[in-house]
């Protein structure tokens, strides 16, 4: 798959579930290192890693203990 220039969030300029898979799968390319955050914190807040492979919850876990992700 082809990576994007730049991320597009939805017309109210909110993560959906979509966005964030793609930018967590470095399918998009976040606008910035806070959209690259945002897009995992949304995985996490929306319980969505744990719908997800493992390696999200992993992940997850990982960006919370080194203090990225609010937990």
Do not use: H
């Not at 967590?24 to 959209?35: H, L, N, Q, V, W």
């Not at 955050?37 to 969505?48: E, T």
């Amino acid at each position: 798959m082809k990576t994007t220039d730049q991320c597009s969030l939805n017309d109210n300029n909110k993560m959906t579930p979509s966005i964030a898979v793609m930018i967590a799968e470095g399918i998009e390319t976040p606008r910035s290192d806070s959209e690259f955050i945002q897009a995992w914190q949304y995985i996490y807040d929306s319980g969505l890693y744990l719908q997800l492979q493992g390696w999200y919850g992993r992940r997850v876990q990982d960006m919370i203990r080194e203090g990225i992700l609010d937990a």
